[in-house]
């Protein structure tokens, strides 16, 4: 069904199939990869009920303090975002290694192309066997000081 008359019936479920993906799309973002989960907040913002209307904002400090919590909100949404798309990715380009290396159980494999979720899952377990490969990226050097490999007991486990 659609509001809209000048549509034929063909383009009605075309469009209903891509607003699927995207709402499938933030489902991921939302539960695998915790892309809203932020939680910046300002006291420059007084706390209100739902009900109450907010007041107009007379201090540019205080206005200065929120615009800079919803640009982190945009940030964190906005590389959650980048994330998301780099382990789809990684899960099209890397499937059979990601599926070599993903400690779970899957019960029956529905395709070859592994879930973020997975992929997720199997990156973070060979994480700090990987890491070392990759040191000299600028984005993981401030990473590897603070790494506690000899703490993991668990790596000689089978």
């Known amino acids: 069904m659609s509001s809209d008359l000048d549509l034929d019936p063909e383009s009605i479920i075309f469009i209903y199939a891509i607003r699927f ?3 499938t799309g933030f489902d991921e973002q939302k539960n695998d990869m915790g892309g809203f989960s932020y939680h910046f907040w300002t006291t420059a913002l007084a706390k209100r009920k739902k009900w109450q209307k907010a007041e ?6 205080n206005q200065r303090k929120i615009e800079k919590t919803i640009q982190a909100t945009k ?18 380009t890397h499937n059979r290694e990601i599926w070599d290396h993903y400690p779970g159980w899957v019960r029956t494999l529905r395709s070859s192309i592994p879930t973020i979720a997975t992929t ?8 700090n066997d990987l890491l070392p490969n990759y040191s000299s990226f600028l984005s993981f050097e401030f990473i590897a000081p603070l790494q506690r490999r000899k703490v993991y007991w668990f790596n000689d486990a089978a």
């Open 56 to 61: 107009p904002f007379e201090n540019a400090e």
């Open 120 to 127: 997720k899952c199997s990156l973070s377990y060979v994480y």
């Open 75 to 92: 940030t964190f949404v906005c590389l959650n975002t980048i994330a998301t798309g780099l382990l789809t990715i990684i899960a099209f």
């Open 21 to 23: 993906k995207i709402e």
